[in-house]
């Protein structure tokens, strides 16, 4: 069975400051890594994943997350962080052969000016 | 045009009702998908359509009847609804489920309250 664990609920992060939101999962076979924003009364919008090759994966807004197989963990980060940043961060992990994502419960993002 | 467009953005409406969603894509993409999502929690998949057929029902009661008239458009007609029911309907569709990436294409949302 699959899961995804998000750890933490609230991440508050001083804007300018390097950001971490936290995601560690556990998949039958080789996993398949997303993170997803929803900013408020909006979907979701996929930011980023990982399949296979370089564990440091880049993404849109200036977004990355590490892989790190011994850890099961695929943590979010950005060096840098923006106001408009704030949001609530899903990861989501896809097993081999499946054809649907299974979210973790979300981590809201607080960047305080 | 890279949106998934839903309507209504929100409805209300009563037990005794019958009132549909309607959701729209024009990417070509060939999968579409029906999501529920409670307040602070993460979206939970209800269907899934494969080239207008579908592939998955997450074992979604009855009252939820999921309709693809085309490659385009997905529909969620709702019947006899709980107060429970109420949360936020998201669609989404991706290029096609074979070879699934994994990336999804989300619209805004349906919000729905059931009184």
């Known amino acids: 069975a699959q899961s995804v664990a998000q750890p933490e609920d609230q991440v508050n992060v001083a804007e300018g400051n390097p950001l971490t939101v936290k995601c560690t999962y556990s998949?039958?076979?080789?996993?398949?890594l997303f993170w997803y924003v929803q900013y408020p009364n909006r979907g979701l919008q996929f930011l980023l994943k990982y399949i296979t090759g370089d564990n440091l994966v880049k993404g849109s807004y200036g977004f990355e997350a590490e892989f790190n197989k011994s850890q099961t963990s695929f943590h979010l980060k950005k060096p840098s962080a923006l106001v408009s940043d704030s949001a609530l961060y899903f990861c989501?992990?896809?097993?081999?052969?499946?054809?649907?994502?299974?979210f973790g419960t979300g981590t809201r993002l607080t960047v305080i000016p | 045009d890279t949106e998934v467009t839903q309507t209504p953005k929100h409805l209300v409406m009563g037990m005794t009702n019958k009132k549909s969603l309607k959701c729209e894509q024009h990417m070509g993409h060939r999968a579409m998908y029906w999501y529920k999502q409670k307040a602070k929690k993460p979206p939970e998949l209800m269907f899934v359509y494969s080239y207008e057929k579908l592939s998955i029902n997450e074992s979604v009661p009855s009252r939820f009847s999921p309709e693809c008239p085309n490659s385009s458009l997905l529909n969620l007609h709702l019947h006899a609804l709980q107060p429970e029911d109420s949360a936020l309907y998201l669609c989404?569709?991706?290029?096609?489920?074979?070879?699934?990436?994994?990336?999804?294409?989300f619209g805004e949302g349906s919000r729905l309250t059931v009184l």
């Open positions: 998949v039958s076979g080789n996993p398949y």
């Open positions: 989501a992990v896809r097993e081999t052969g499946a054809n649907n994502l299974f």
């Open positions: 989404a569709s991706s290029q096609q489920l074979a070879g699934f990436t994994g990336e999804l294409f």
